[in-house]
């Protein structure tokens, strides 16, 4: 019996890739950067697996142009960058990756809001480049963060571990917003369930963690940068696409608001001459919020598991659209 044949999109941990070794047929695409919409199609074509990043593109294109697929992996745990539809309407499974990333993104959303908030990056450039002269007494005033405020906007399982790192580590009061009422945020945190524009008001730190979709894009523009504290620091750890960053470039420049820390941007990588890097009060790094080796690795598990289920006709350990069992592709 012949083995499944798979693509993975870019090399991906051992633990991962070695168990889908062990049982398919697998073409790794050996570059840093993904492959071509076109090179992606014409590697697919008569693949029965499709292990996906979020800089792939699977599409109606893609998927007609590979008969044979019966499951896309996408080694995330968003998948905007799949149409799910489309897979669904052509007996595709697709899977995803959630709760590995959980803590590690939980970290870096808090690192940002520290980072932010203390002026880590504008210092520790001025100290490398020769500006830092002696111990100044108004130099690099940063925000306090004992008691203050804190507001997370989507309170799922990221938002949840960040708010209690921040709430059990600096005695935040905790403002969120959500879909409805999240219990084990009220109770172990003491939180509060507000409509956004009390959340921005009332917030000393806003970290954003809702997903991207229609209703979503473009949450974050000029009003509502103007509803923020003067004070306030902003943290984006979810999907760039969700903030106007002209609107947010604007009101770090003109002090509508204090500070903030990005993991994400739109696009990625964001253009080096962006306004966004030549303000010193934002604090941008590259999509490293899952970058811990044992999340990475954890990740390539979920990843694996979701491909060989969906090669061997199983039911995906972590599947995005469970519908699709009855009318999969044999």
């Known amino acids: 019996m012949s083995r499944p044949k798979v693509f993975v999109a870019r090399r991906i941990p051992d633990e991962g890739l070695n168990a889908i070794r062990a049982v398919c047929d697998v073409d790794v695409w050996p570059e840093q950067l993904p492959p071509p919409p076109a090179v992606l199609r014409r590697h697919v074509a008569d693949c029965d697996g499709l292990v996906s990043l979020l800089t792939d593109r ?8 590979a008969p044979k697929l019966k499951v896309v992996s996408n080694f995330a745990v968003g998948f905007n960058n799949v149409d799910v539809a ?3 309407a052509r007996g595709v499974c697709v899977g995803n990756t959630p709760g590995a990333l959980t803590d590690a993104t939980a970290d870096i959303a808090v690192t940002l809001l520290l980072a932010a908030a203390r002026r880590v990056g504008e210092s520790a450039t001025d100290a490398k480049e020769g500006r830092w002269l002696t111990w100044e007494p108004l130099g690099w005033l940063g925000s306090d963060l004992a008691g203050r405020t804190l507001g997370i906007v989507g309170m799922g399982r990221i938002g949840f571990a960040a708010a209690k790192r921040l709430h059990g580590g600096w005695g935040m009061k905790v403002l969120y917003t959500a879909r409805g009422p999240k219990e084990d945020a009220d109770k172990e945190l003491g939180a509060t ?8 008001a009332r917030s000393d730190f806003v970290s954003v963690h809702a997903d991207l979709n229609p209703t979503t894009k473009g949450l974050f523009g000029a009003a509502q940068f103007a509803k923020m504290k003067r004070t306030a620091v902003f943290v ?36 080096t001459d962006h306004e966004l890097f030549r303000l ?3 604090l941008i790094v590259p999509h490293i919020a899952s970058a811990t080796i044992d999340t990475r690795n954890a990740m390539a598990r979920l990843c694996a598991n979701n491909l060989l289920a969906g090669v061997g006709g199983a ?5 995005v659209n469970p519908e699709v069992a009855d009318k999969r592709r044999a």
Not at 252 to 258: A, K, S, V
């Open 58 to 65: 699977v599409d109606a294109e893609l998927l007609d142009a």
């Open 86 to 88: 489309a897979c669904t």
């Open 193 to 200: 369930r507000v409509e956004l524009d009390e959340l921005l």
């Open 236 to 271: 984006n750890t979810s999907r760039g696409p969700l903030v106007d960053q002209a609107a947010l470039a604007a009101a770090l420049r003109d002090g509508t608001i204090f500070a903030a820390g990005l993991d994400v941007t739109d696009p990625e990588p964001l253009p």
């Open 280 to 282: 010193p009060n934002c």
């Open 315 to 319: 039911a995906l350990p972590n599947w």
